[in-house]
C-alpha cells in the first residue's frame, strides 16, 4: 500500500492510461484514475482535515478503527475512504496483457481448484457474481479469516476490511467504471477484465 496516513495522495497509475487497450479504453482509464480515484482521496482528505487526531491513523486504521470516528464524519470516512482502499487495489491489481501474470502462481491456482473445480468454472462463478451487483459496487475473491477462498460482493465503497479477509482480486463494476466503452453491456467488460487481471 502507498498509503501512511493524512493527507492521503493519488498514488500514479502504475502503468501508461491505454496500456490496458483495447480491454479498458485510454479515455476511461483517465477519468476512472484522475478523476473518480482523485475524488475519493480529496474527499477523505477533507473529512479528516478538522480531525487532528484522525490525522494519525493509517487508512486501514480509519476503516477498521470505527469506534473512533466521530458521528458526523462517519460516512463521508467510510464511503471516501473505501473509495480509495478499493480503487488502490483495482489499479494495482490490473497490468497489460501477459501471459504470466494474468495467471494465478501454483499455490493460489491449487486453492482455486480445490474451491471452484477448475480456473475457467471459477472465472464463470466470479463474472456471475459480477453480474449480480445491483446498483454500484465491487466483486472480490478473499482469502477468508478461516483461510478459504470466497467470492464476495462488495455494496457501493464497502470493503473487505470489515471481514478481516486478504483480497485476491477484484473488480470495479461501477458503471463509471465502463459505460464509456461498454454502456450498459457490464458483462462484455467484465470478460474483457479478464484479460487485464493481475493475479497475485
Ligand atoms: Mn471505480
Same mark, same amino acid.
Given at each position: 500500500?502507498?498509503? #501512511? ?9 502504475? +502503468? ?7 480491454? @479498458? ?14 475524488? +475519493? @482521496?480529496?474527499? %477523505? #482528505? ?22 473512533? %470516528? ?23 491489481? *490490473? ?18 481448484? #480445490?474451491?471452484?473445480?477448475? *480456473? ?20 472480490? %475473491?478473499? +482469502? ?9 460482493? *462488495? ?7 470489515? %471481514? ?32 487485464? @487481471?493481475?493475479?497475485?
Amino acid at each position: 500500500m502507498p498509503f #501512511n496516513t493524512y493527507p492521503f495522495e493519488l498514488p500514479p497509475l502504475p +502503468y501508461e492510461y491505454d496500456a490496458l487497450e483495447p480491454y @479498458i479504453d485510454a479515455e476511461t482509464m483517465f477519468y476512472h484514475h484522475d478523476k473518480h480515484f482523485a475524488a +475519493y @482521496i480529496n474527499n %477523505l #482528505n477533507k473529512a479528516i482535515e478538522p480531525y487532528p487526531n484522525l490525522q494519525e491513523l493509517t487508512l486501514e486504521q480509519l476503516l477498521t478503527w470505527t469506534r473512533f %470516528l466521530p458521528q458526523d464524519t462517519y460516512t463521508k470516512i467510510m464511503q471516501n475512504g473505501g473509495g480509495v482502499y478499493n480503487h488502490n487495489l483495482f489499479f494495482n491489481g *490490473l497490468a497489460p496483457y501477459d501471459a504470466h501474470l494474468n495467471a494465478p502462481a501454483q499455490t493460489l491456482l491449487s486453492d482455486i481448484e #480445490n474451491t471452484f473445480f477448475s *480456473l475457467d468454472n471459477f472465472k464463470k462463478v466470479f463474472s456471475e457474481e459480477a453480474l449480480r451487483v445491483f446498483g454500484s459496487g465491487w466483486t472480490c %475473491l478473499i +482469502y477468508t479469516r478461516q483461510g478459504g477462498l470466497k467470492i464476495i460482493n *462488495l455494496k457501493n465503497q464497502d470493503t473487505s476490511l470489515v %471481514l478481516k479477509a486478504r483480497p485476491v482480486i477484484i473488480m470495479d463494476v461501477w458503471e463509471h467504471a465502463y459505460y464509456l466503452k461498454y454502456k450498459n453491456a457490464r458483462a462484455d467488460y467484465i470478460d474483457a477484465l479478464w484479460h487485464v @487481471i493481475r493475479f497475485p
